[in-house]
């Protein structure tokens, strides 16, 4: 899958439990090596339940690929031409995959558009492709290079890039969920009030990129997991979440939040998602398989509307922890197991030294190994 291999770097597969997502119960294998994302997905799927599961919804799988064209005397006149020509070029771009066309996917659209860079104006063809079930840059790109002659021909300018764009934002995932007050009522915390911060966490990240950045980071923490898990290009998700962030000229958070008249939370994410079930790596590694089919969907707008709701869940677990107990307790016994395993402490003082670190609220290597010296000599 890679050139110059020497080993395999291989991450915790772990399922995160308690999905009810549009009526349907998901297992949601998530590659993460993080502690407490899967404790955090779980958990805010579980206060999703609550109030009736996650309804989600994704657009149609379009993806966009970009032409640019340059040496254009007059870009605007060839954009003219361009839109003339759409039917040929959109002829041209479905004989490339009889595949994905006979699946009724394919190519839909081209829209140009002229734009001003640091090198004057150039003109940008967008290839708006139906991929289907798969992630599509394959396709896209091998669409593009094709149709590229065409496209000379027809502006008579000269092509340079052929490629993709992971702005995603023709293929849209929504998720909307409803967590009941009294369900978020935990530790001396009145559900009222942890609704309240959660909205005072929610607004930080709206006014605030610095927040936004870290709030959006939470969000993906679950979405890469699933990403990874099933063989999906978590680099291009990623890519699109943040562009699609900040599409309004700043940075912003993809989930919002909300109090019903009932004073119940309500939140939902949006967001570019594409991930494909079929072709790469999700067909080519064997955990990838494996991955899908605990998930148990048959289609890439079905994972999409999951992340969209892994997303959100985990957006949730992560305000609601910050805004009440902080992070860090929930964190902390996994936390202290890998510091004591990184400096060697045996099998056998393992939980004793996580416990006592726990405790004392001091997760140092230099501590794990004073503790098990102690119990070794103790002993
Ligand atoms: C840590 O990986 C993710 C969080 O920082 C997300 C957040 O702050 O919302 C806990």
Redesign the pocket.
């Given at each position: 899958m890679s050139e110059n291999v020497v080993g395999i770097c291989s991450l915790p597969l772990a399922i995160a439990t308690n999905f009810l997502i549009d009526g349907k119960d998901y297992l949601v294998p998530m590659a993460i090596e993080?502690p407490?994302?899967v404790a955090?997905a779980s958990h805010g799927a579980k206060l999703v339940r609550e109030g009736g599961g996650f309804t989600t919804e994704a657009t149609p799988p379009l993806m966009i690929g970009q032409i640019q064209v340059l040496d254009l005397t007059d870009p605007y006149e060839a954009l003219e031409r361009v839109l003339d020509a759409k039917g040929r070029l959109l002829e041209e771009a479905n004989k490339v995959d009889p595949v994905i066309v006979g699946l009724g996917g394919g190519a839909r659209d081209i829209e140009p558009r002229v734009i001003d860079s640091p090198r004057g104006p150039m003109l940008v063809l967008h290839l708006l492709y139906d991929v289907r079930d798969a992630m599509g840059a394959n396709v896209i790109n091998t669409t593009l290079e094709t149709i590229a002659p065409l496209v000379e021909e027809i502006t008579g300018g000269r092509v340079n890039l052929r490629i993709i764009s992971n702005l995603a934002d023709r293929r849209l995932a929504r998720a909307q969920a409803t967590v009941p007050q009294e369900a978020l009522t935990f530790d001396g915390f009145e559900g009222k009030e942890v609704v309240e911060r959660i909205l005072e966490?929610h607004a930080f990240?709206q006014a605030d990129p610095y927040?936004a950045a870290?709030?959006?980071?939470?969000?993906m923490?679950g979405i890469d997991g699933l990403a990874l898990a099933t063989g999906n290009d978590w680099r291009a998700i990623e890519a699109g979440a943040h562009a699609y962030a900040a599409r309004n000229g700043r940075y912003s958070p993809l989930t919002s939040w909300h109090e019903d008249e009932r004073g119940n939370l309500r939140g939902s994410i949006e967001l570019p998602i594409s991930v494909g079930i079929v072709g790469g790596a999700t067909r080519a590694n064997p955990t990838a398989k494996v991955a899908l089919k605990i998930l148990g969907v048959n289609s890439a707008r079905e994972l999409a509307r999951v992340m969209a709701a892994v997303g959100l869940a985990?957006?949730l677990a992560?305000?609601r922890?910050?805004a009440t107990e902080g992070?860090q307790r929930g964190h902390m016994a996994l936390h202290a197991r890998n510091v004591a395993l990184s400096v060697g402490v045996p099998e056998e003082y393992l939980d004793r030294v996580v416990d006592q670190m726990v405790e004392e609220r001091k997760i140092r290597p230099d501590r794990a190994q004073e503790i098990a010296r102690k119990l070794e000599s103790s002993r």
């Open positions: 993080e407490s994302v955090g966490a990240a927040r870290t709030h959006n980071k939470g969000i923490n985990q957006n992560a305000l922890a910050l992070i």
